[in-house]
């Protein structure tokens, strides 16, 4: 039983939703930081077992108050600590893919996981990684689907929409979503050929033609993904398209790409705080937490 919800300033709106789901109170931390850039965060009242809500976009000004405010809780009196991030970061690169380069999931892992007893999250973006303990050094880690609250906040589909993802890797996405609104789903096959450079084809064109089109994926950063689908999409003459994302990552510069390609509409949950948040994550956060192995 979790009894009592810690964040950050920032983090208020987001973190207020989650204690109220739970009848729980928010604890803010304050955050102190010294000239030379150290930070030295002070957190509320702990006792018994308590989360500790940060959402990780942005991560490297985050992690390291993070896991000073997760030992500061323990030093208050706090049972287990539980780290809700609705997105976790650095778990795209959950494999080598050049000599040089790091396994970022397991060194976000092993850090996550050795100060926190539960993780819980929303669609970490990995795609070759089944067995999330063993990179969360044996934490107990939970991760949700989004397709159902995000298929709550979407306007009633038209008869004959079709929900489509951007890669092979958003098939499990769309389907979730397309089970929840009622409707058939594609994907694209993608290239990539660079951070910016892809190549996207889709096996029968004519089955867009006239459709409304509910485009997803779980993570929007630059948009280059989206915007290659969504002109694809125009060029297949869909009759009209709305993007739905888990996790905005995006700047308004990406997002005004989104809209001049085609986007009518653009949807994702509140895991990171963006314009385009329509989906609360909180009953379903919630949940997660009174379900936990506590």
């Not at 050795?114 to 063993?134: C, G, K, W």
């Not at 089970?179 to 951070?195: E, M, N, V, Y």
């Not at 459709?211 to 948009?223: A, M």
Request: net charge negative; glycine share 6%; with cysteine.
């Amino acid at each position: 039983m979790i009894s009592g919800i810690h964040a950050f300033a920032d983090e208020r709106a987001p973190a207020s939703r989650l204690a109220e789901m739970l009848g729980a109170p928010l604890h803010i931390s304050g955050l102190h930081v010294f000239p030379d850039g150290e930070s030295l965060p002070e957190v509320g009242p702990a006792t018994g077992d308590v989360a500790l809500y940060r959402s990780l976009n942005r991560p490297d000004a985050k992690l390291m108050p993070l896991l000073l405010a997760a030992d500061a809780l323990r030093r208050r009196g706090a049972g287990r600590v539980v780290l809700v991030a609705p997105y976790l970061c650095y778990m795209r690169q959950d494999e080598v893919f050049r000599p040089g380069q790091p396994l970022s999931r397991d060194v976000a892992g092993r850090l996550l996981g050795e100060t926190f007893d539960a993780i819980v999250t929303v669609e970490p973006h990995l795609h070759r990684t089944t067995d999330l303990e063993s990179a969360f050094n044996g934490a107990e880690v939970v991760a949700l689907s989004a397709a159902e609250p995000l298929a709550a906040a979407l306007p009633p589909p038209p008869p004959g929409a079709l929900v489509i993802g951007p890669d092979i890797e958003s098939e499990a996405w769309a389907a979730a979503l397309a089970r929840h609104l009622g409707t058939p789903h594609a994907t694209f096959l993608k290239t990539r050929h660079g951070d910016r450079e892809i190549e996207l084809t889709f096996a029968d064109p004519a089955l867009v033609a006239g459709r409304h089109v509910v485009l997803i994926d779980d993570v929007c950063s630059t948009g280059g993904t989206l915007v290659a689908a969504i002109r694809q999409l125009q060029s297949f003459q869909a009759a009209e398209i709305d993007v739905v994302v888990t996790h905005a990552l995006f700047d308004a510069e990406a997002e005004l790409r989104l809209r001049k390609a085609g986007a009518r509409r653009i949807f994702s949950s509140d895991s990171c705080p963006h314009p385009t948040n329509a989906a609360s994550l909180a009953p379903l956060l919630a949940q997660a937490l009174k379900d936990l192995s506590l």
